[in-house]
T-cell receptor, first 108, second 113 residues
Framework: GIQVEQSPPDLILQEGANSTLRCNFS?????LQWFHQNPWGQLINLFY???GTKQNGRLSATTVATERYSLLYISSSQTTDSGVYFC??????????FGKGTTLSVSS | DTEVTQTPKHLVMGMTNKKSLKCEQH?????MYWYKQKAKKPPELMFV???????INESVPSRFSPECPNSSLLNLHLHALQPEDSALYLC????????????FGSGTRLTVV
Protein backbone atom coordinates (compact mmCIF):
# COMPACT_ATOMS: atom_id res chain seq x y z
CA GLY A 1 0.00 0.00 0.00
CA ILE A 2 0.86 3.65 -0.21
CA GLN A 3 3.41 5.00 2.30
CA VAL A 4 3.17 8.43 3.92
CA GLU A 5 6.18 9.96 5.65
CA GLN A 6 6.14 13.21 7.61
CA SER A 7 9.04 15.31 8.82
CA PRO A 8 10.19 16.50 11.22
CA PRO A 9 8.61 14.25 13.88
CA ASP A 10 8.88 16.98 16.53
CA LEU A 11 9.21 20.75 16.29
CA ILE A 12 9.68 23.28 19.10
CA LEU A 13 9.17 26.97 18.33
CA GLN A 14 9.00 30.32 20.04
CA GLU A 15 5.82 32.29 19.48
CA GLY A 16 6.10 34.35 16.29
CA ALA A 17 8.41 31.95 14.45
CA ASN A 18 7.65 30.39 11.06
CA SER A 19 7.78 26.69 10.24
CA THR A 20 7.50 24.23 7.36
CA LEU A 21 6.16 20.69 7.72
CA ARG A 22 6.72 18.13 4.99
CA CYS A 23 4.75 15.10 3.77
CA ASN A 24 6.13 12.61 1.24
CA PHE A 25 3.95 9.93 -0.32
CA SER A 26 4.96 6.92 -2.35
CA UNK A 27 2.35 6.86 -5.14
CA UNK A 28 -0.17 9.07 -6.95
CA UNK A 29 -3.17 10.08 -4.84
CA UNK A 30 -6.76 11.24 -5.33
CA UNK A 31 -6.83 13.25 -2.16
CA LEU A 32 -4.43 14.77 0.34
CA GLN A 33 -5.55 16.45 3.54
CA TRP A 34 -3.70 18.22 6.33
CA PHE A 35 -5.22 17.93 9.81
CA HIS A 36 -4.47 19.52 13.16
CA GLN A 37 -5.26 17.33 16.16
CA ASN A 38 -5.85 19.36 19.29
CA PRO A 39 -5.07 18.12 22.82
CA TRP A 40 -8.66 16.85 23.17
CA GLY A 41 -8.29 14.60 20.13
CA GLN A 42 -10.38 16.55 17.64
CA LEU A 43 -9.05 16.24 14.08
CA ILE A 44 -9.56 19.58 12.39
CA ASN A 45 -9.26 19.67 8.63
CA LEU A 46 -6.87 22.40 7.50
CA PHE A 47 -6.66 21.80 3.76
CA TYR A 48 -7.89 19.49 1.00
CA UNK A 49 -4.97 19.81 -1.37
CA UNK A 50 -4.19 16.96 -3.81
CA UNK A 51 -2.34 19.51 -5.95
CA GLY A 52 -1.58 23.21 -6.09
CA THR A 53 -1.38 25.88 -3.41
CA LYS A 54 -3.93 27.12 -0.90
CA GLN A 55 -3.86 29.72 1.87
CA ASN A 56 -6.00 30.24 4.93
CA GLY A 57 -4.85 33.05 7.18
CA ARG A 58 -1.43 32.25 8.66
CA LEU A 59 -1.46 28.77 7.16
CA SER A 60 -0.71 27.77 3.61
CA ALA A 61 -0.06 24.49 1.83
CA THR A 62 1.50 23.38 -1.42
CA THR A 63 1.30 19.95 -3.01
CA VAL A 64 3.54 18.99 -5.93
CA ALA A 65 1.74 15.85 -7.09
CA THR A 66 4.30 14.98 -9.79
CA GLU A 67 7.06 14.88 -7.15
CA ARG A 68 4.82 13.29 -4.48
CA TYR A 69 5.21 15.74 -1.64
CA SER A 70 3.25 18.37 0.20
CA LEU A 71 4.35 21.22 2.46
CA LEU A 72 2.41 22.96 5.22
CA TYR A 73 3.61 26.46 6.16
CA ILE A 74 2.75 28.05 9.49
CA SER A 75 3.69 31.72 9.82
CA SER A 76 3.84 33.83 12.99
CA SER A 77 3.10 30.79 15.14
CA GLN A 78 0.92 31.10 18.24
CA THR A 79 0.63 28.86 21.31
CA THR A 80 -2.77 27.71 20.03
CA ASP A 81 -1.00 26.17 17.03
CA SER A 82 0.47 23.50 19.31
CA GLY A 83 -0.64 19.94 18.71
CA VAL A 84 -0.08 17.19 16.17
CA TYR A 85 -0.24 17.86 12.44
CA PHE A 86 -1.16 14.90 10.24
CA CYS A 87 -0.91 14.48 6.52
CA UNK A 88 -3.32 11.88 5.11
CA UNK A 89 -3.84 10.56 1.59
CA UNK A 90 -6.09 8.21 -0.29
CA UNK A 91 -6.24 6.68 -3.76
CA UNK A 92 -9.29 5.71 -5.81
CA UNK A 93 -11.47 3.23 -3.92
CA UNK A 94 -9.41 3.37 -0.75
CA UNK A 95 -9.74 5.05 2.61
CA UNK A 96 -7.60 7.81 4.07
CA UNK A 97 -4.18 6.68 5.31
CA PHE A 98 -2.27 8.83 7.80
CA GLY A 99 1.37 9.68 8.23
CA LYS A 100 2.89 9.46 11.72
CA GLY A 101 2.45 13.18 12.31
CA THR A 102 4.55 16.16 13.40
CA THR A 103 4.19 17.25 17.02
CA LEU A 104 4.46 21.04 17.27
CA SER A 105 5.06 22.84 20.55
CA VAL A 106 4.89 26.64 20.54
CA SER A 107 5.99 28.45 23.69
CA SER A 108 5.34 32.07 24.66
CA ASP B 1 -24.85 20.73 8.93
CA THR B 2 -21.16 20.07 8.33
CA GLU B 3 -20.45 17.94 11.37
CA VAL B 4 -19.95 14.36 12.36
CA THR B 5 -21.39 13.73 15.82
CA GLN B 6 -20.10 10.93 18.04
CA THR B 7 -21.54 9.69 21.31
CA PRO B 8 -20.57 9.12 24.01
CA LYS B 9 -17.46 11.31 24.35
CA HIS B 10 -16.05 9.12 27.10
CA LEU B 11 -16.75 5.48 27.98
CA VAL B 12 -15.38 3.21 30.69
CA MET B 13 -16.36 -0.43 30.38
CA GLY B 14 -15.46 -3.73 31.95
CA MET B 15 -14.15 -6.67 29.96
CA THR B 16 -17.48 -8.49 30.21
CA ASN B 17 -19.66 -5.51 29.21
CA LYS B 18 -21.43 -4.85 25.94
CA LYS B 19 -21.56 -1.25 24.75
CA SER B 20 -22.05 0.67 21.53
CA LEU B 21 -20.46 3.75 20.01
CA LYS B 22 -22.63 5.93 17.77
CA CYS B 23 -21.83 8.23 14.88
CA GLU B 24 -24.17 10.47 12.87
CA GLN B 25 -23.77 12.78 9.88
CA HIS B 26 -26.28 14.77 7.85
CA UNK B 27 -24.05 15.93 4.99
CA UNK B 28 -25.38 13.33 2.53
CA UNK B 29 -22.05 11.53 2.57
CA UNK B 30 -22.21 7.94 1.30
CA UNK B 31 -19.00 6.61 2.88
CA MET B 32 -18.47 6.27 6.64
CA TYR B 33 -15.44 5.06 8.54
CA TRP B 34 -14.24 3.87 11.95
CA TYR B 35 -10.64 4.63 12.94
CA LYS B 36 -8.81 3.64 16.13
CA GLN B 37 -6.08 5.87 17.59
CA LYS B 38 -3.70 4.86 20.37
CA ALA B 39 -1.73 7.47 22.29
CA LYS B 40 1.02 9.17 20.26
CA LYS B 41 0.10 7.18 17.13
CA PRO B 42 -1.79 8.13 13.96
CA PRO B 43 -5.39 6.99 13.40
CA GLU B 44 -5.62 3.48 11.96
CA LEU B 45 -8.48 2.36 9.73
CA MET B 46 -10.82 -0.30 11.12
CA PHE B 47 -13.94 -0.41 8.92
CA VAL B 48 -15.40 1.31 5.87
CA UNK B 49 -19.05 1.43 4.82
CA UNK B 50 -19.90 2.59 1.31
CA UNK B 51 -23.58 3.04 0.43
CA UNK B 52 -24.46 1.28 3.69
CA UNK B 53 -22.52 -1.85 2.80
CA UNK B 54 -19.34 -2.98 4.54
CA UNK B 55 -16.56 -2.40 2.02
CA ILE B 56 -13.38 -2.73 4.03
CA ASN B 57 -12.61 -4.62 7.24
CA GLU B 58 -8.97 -4.21 8.21
CA SER B 59 -8.75 -7.62 9.93
CA VAL B 60 -10.37 -6.25 13.08
CA PRO B 61 -11.11 -8.78 15.88
CA SER B 62 -14.73 -9.96 16.05
CA ARG B 63 -15.20 -8.34 19.46
CA PHE B 64 -15.70 -5.16 17.39
CA SER B 65 -18.88 -5.32 15.30
CA PRO B 66 -19.85 -2.44 12.99
CA GLU B 67 -23.36 -1.64 11.83
CA CYS B 68 -24.73 0.91 9.38
CA PRO B 69 -28.53 1.14 9.92
CA ASN B 70 -28.93 3.90 7.30
CA SER B 71 -26.89 6.38 5.30
CA SER B 72 -26.62 8.81 8.23
CA LEU B 73 -25.78 6.46 11.09
CA LEU B 74 -22.84 4.25 11.95
CA ASN B 75 -22.51 2.15 15.09
CA LEU B 76 -19.66 0.17 16.59
CA HIS B 77 -20.76 -2.59 18.94
CA LEU B 78 -18.23 -3.63 21.56
CA HIS B 79 -18.18 -6.96 23.43
CA ALA B 80 -15.59 -8.71 25.59
CA LEU B 81 -12.94 -6.08 25.00
CA GLN B 82 -9.42 -6.23 26.38
CA PRO B 83 -7.52 -3.45 28.20
CA GLU B 84 -5.33 -3.02 25.10
CA ASP B 85 -8.45 -1.92 23.19
CA SER B 86 -8.45 1.30 25.22
CA ALA B 87 -8.04 4.09 22.66
CA LEU B 88 -9.69 7.05 20.95
CA TYR B 89 -12.26 5.83 18.41
CA LEU B 90 -12.87 8.25 15.57
CA CYS B 91 -15.73 8.22 13.08
CA UNK B 92 -15.43 9.95 9.72
CA UNK B 93 -17.49 10.46 6.60
CA UNK B 94 -16.78 11.49 3.01
CA UNK B 95 -18.91 12.06 -0.10
CA UNK B 96 -17.72 8.74 -1.51
CA UNK B 97 -15.09 6.09 -0.95
CA UNK B 98 -11.79 7.06 -2.51
CA UNK B 99 -12.81 10.64 -3.04
CA UNK B 100 -11.91 13.75 -1.10
CA UNK B 101 -13.33 15.78 1.73
CA UNK B 102 -13.21 13.65 4.88
CA UNK B 103 -14.83 15.07 8.01
CA PHE B 104 -14.02 13.57 11.41
CA GLY B 105 -16.03 13.47 14.60
CA SER B 106 -14.52 14.46 17.93
CA GLY B 107 -14.11 10.83 18.97
CA THR B 108 -15.01 8.52 21.84
CA ARG B 109 -12.29 8.00 24.41
CA LEU B 110 -12.68 4.38 25.52
CA THR B 111 -11.13 2.85 28.62
CA VAL B 112 -11.44 -0.90 29.22
CA VAL B 113 -10.92 -1.97 32.83
Amino acid sequence: GIQVEQSPPDLILQEGANSTLRCNFSDSVNNLQWFHQNPWGQLINLFYIPSGTKQNGRLSATTVATERYSLLYISSSQTTDSGVYFCAVNQAGTALIFGKGTTLSVSS
Amino acid sequence: DTEVTQTPKHLVMGMTNKKSLKCEQHMGHRAMYWYKQKAKKPPELMFVYSYEKLSINESVPSRFSPECPNSSLLNLHLHALQPEDSALYLCASSPGLGGYGYTFGSGTRLTVV
